[in-house]
Nanobody, 113 residues
Framework: QLVESGGGLVQSGGSLGLSCAAS????????MGWYRQAPGNERELVAT???????NYADSAAGRFTISRDNAKRMVYLQMNDLEPEDTAIYYC?????????WGRGTQVTVSS
């Protein structure tokens, strides 16, 4: 189970931090990720982080967002800075390992101009 938290409403240029709590998965071997889906759009990658902590970012997130994980706490985080209205979406936590994939229910992020 993946449970996201930390979404909300923020003004353009502001910051938000998202958290994802994982249970019932082999967290230490999972590549964890954040994806987002805006109304009318496909779900898209935001960032991933491997089991050993190597991050990967979508071009839209690079330089503004930071993904991190705490294996002891079974948590993954997404720090989002310099937010833009185009970042408005539902943000989903994702876990992938051993051919399996898991999704959280998502948390809404709304950036006002």
């Amino acid at each position: 189970q993946l449970v996201e938290s930390g979404g909300g409403l923020v003004q353009s240029g502001g910051s938000l931090g998202l958290s994802c709590a994982a249970s019932g998965i082999v967290f230490n071997v999972a590549t964890m990720g954040w994806y987002r889906q805006a109304p009318g759009n496909e779900r898209e990658l935001v960032a991933t982080i491997t089991s050993v902590g190597s991050p990967n970012y979508a071009d839209s997130a690079a330089g503004r967002f930071t993904i991190s994980r705490d294996n002891a706490k079974r948590m993954v985080y997404l720090q989002m800075n310099d937010l833009e209205p185009e970042d408005t979406a539902i943000y989903y936590c994702n876990a992938k390992y051993w051919g399996k994939e898991y999704w959280g229910r998502g948390t809404q992020v709304t950036v006002s101009s």
